[in-house]
């Protein structure tokens, strides 16, 4: 907890250097005809024809380099050598590597702490939507019965009027949902935990291409499709929506045009995907997109996205390196709010309104999730809040010393506040606040926990 001068002096400090103002930045490329020399990897997206070899993406801002997986040693230590229980917290081992936490404090805090040994080879972690798609709302418990999970936390900040994730989601290596420049873990095919960005732009570096070399620039993933933009749409969204003066172009599994058309809605089949463009878009569709054409669709991130199995966004990142972070309150690079108007930052792509209610010296339920520098134990934590005399809920700071505690090195937020929910063989183990109960969220982390299989005698 900060102390009271110590907190003036920082709280000045930030505003002076950093705020935001609402908006999308304009992240159109130059619409051009022809192609130039190849500079990055080039990944397909799911159901797509593969990307060729040989595809020039979009500018990208270097990131941190993906994670490796777990460092196994020969004899890992136990999980519960891994962290020190104070008097008074209540353990249970659900499984071998797999041990639960409670703990009350005196202020009162009430935290709920899950521990998960990642050597353990019978564990999996897993990210899911409601009933397989991307458009609708659940409650965590809803989400880990569903897919029989062992536990499971609450994921992504969301959208009530749409039911989706605001940032990037994957599951089983298909993307649902682009990434922007907010916090991601994701659950890498080597069985390795990764904290950060794929992109430090509002949206990710992707493009489609014609036959006869002609780009565009490929903006978002499953959501209304910004004015002049083309994006994509693929089996998860179901349809894509009808709006007047676009085109959709609907592409089967080999990336070719199958049907072109105007206005009306599009149905997706299982394979499908659906490109819509507006203004600029639109005519760029209108031109290239051709009944037979295959199109080709290219997506760079860094890291690049087919190293993942599954990917869950919220943030910020609010530990690094074993050192407490503190996300600086512009959006993205926009901070003409702040005194400063030009200073040279770059932070979250959250508003300045949003950072103001959840930042700093603000209490609230808080969900997180953190590994320790050898990446062996993964760290889950629900802590309760707007609850007097129950529970205080915490700081962003007080929230990464815990993690701390329990030997995380790297840490991010998921969604807090009423979404905070842990799940545990079932049962919701903690208090969420709403007078309602437990709130219905877009996705949620899940951890599986699978038998070893007994050989026949």
């Known amino acids: 907890m900060f102390r009271v001068a110590t907190l003036l002096i920082f709280v000045a400090a930030v505003i002076a250097a950093a705020g935001c103002a609402p908006g999308w930045p304009d992240a159109r490329a130059p619409w051009s005809t022809a192609p130039t020399a190849p500079t990055a990897v080039v990944i397909p997206l ?19 380099v993906p994670t490796a997986a777990p460092t196994v040693t020969p004899t890992p230590p136990p999980l519960s050598a891994r962290y020190a229980a104070r008097p008074g917290d209540r353990i ?9 936490l409670r703990r009350v404090t005196d202020d009162p805090v009430r935290i709920n702490v899950l521990l998960l040994d990642l050597t353990n080879p019978n564990l999996e972690l897993g990210v899911t939507v409601p009933q397989n798609r991307f458009f609708g709302l659940y409650r965590t418990s809803m989400l880990a019965r569903d897919a029989g999970a062992l536990a499971a936390v609450n994921g992504d900040l969301f959208s009530v009027d749409e039911g989706t994730p605001q940032g990037l989601t994957m599951i089983d290596g298909q993307v649902l949902m682009a990434p922007k420049y ?134 910020p990142i609010i530990l690094r390196d074993g050192r407490f972070v503190q996300d600086c309150l512009c959006a993205l690079r926009d901070c003409r709010e702040t005194r400063q108007p030009r200073a040279a930052l770059q932070c979250e792509d959250f508003s300045t309104d ?36 129950y529970s205080r809920g915490m700081t962003q700071e007080e929230l990464a010393d815990l993690l701390r505690e329990f030997g995380a090195d790297t840490a ?7 979404s905070s929910t842990m799940v545990i063989e079932n049962q919701v183990v903690n208090r969420p606040p709403d007078t309602t109960g437990e709130r219905h969220v877009a996705n949620a982390l899940l951890v599986f926990y699978r038998e070893p299989a007994v050989a026949d005698r």
Not at 215 to 242: D, H, K, M, S
């Open 46 to 64: 799911p159901t797509v024809t593969p990307a060729p070899t040989a595809t020039v993406p979009l500018p990208v801002t270097p990131s941190p």
């Open 92 to 100: 249970r081992l659900l499984r071998p590597g797999v041990a639960h």
């Open 182 to 315: 907010r916090a991601s873990f994701a659950w890498s095919r080597q069985r390795g935990p990764f904290i950060g960005y794929f992109t430090r732009e509002w949206t990710w570096q992707a493009e489609v291409q014609a036959p006869g070399g002609a780009r565009a620039p490929l903006a978002l993933l499953n959501t209304r499709c910004p004015p002049n933009q083309i994006c994509l749409y693929n089996e998860f969204a179901r349809q894509v929506p009808g709006r007047e003066g676009d085109v959709k172009v609907l592409l089967g599994r080999d990336g070719r045009v199958r049907q072109v058309t105007r206005g009306q809605s599009l149905k997706l089949a299982p394979g499908e995907q659906a490109l819509q463009g507006t203004g600029e878009g639109a005519a760029w569709l209108r031109k290239h997109a051709v009944a037979g054409a295959r199109l080709r669709i290219s997506v760079t991130t860094d890291p690049p996205l087919e190293h993942y199995e599954h990917a869950i966004s919220g943030g």
């Open 354 to 389: 949003w950072k103001l209610k959840h930042y700093l010296d603000v209490r609230m339920p808080r969900t997180a999730v953190g590994y320790d520098r050898a990446r062996q134990t993964l760290i889950l934590v629900v802590v309760d809040g707007y609850q007097r005399g």
């Open 412 to 418: 991010m937020e998921l969604d807090g506040g009423g």
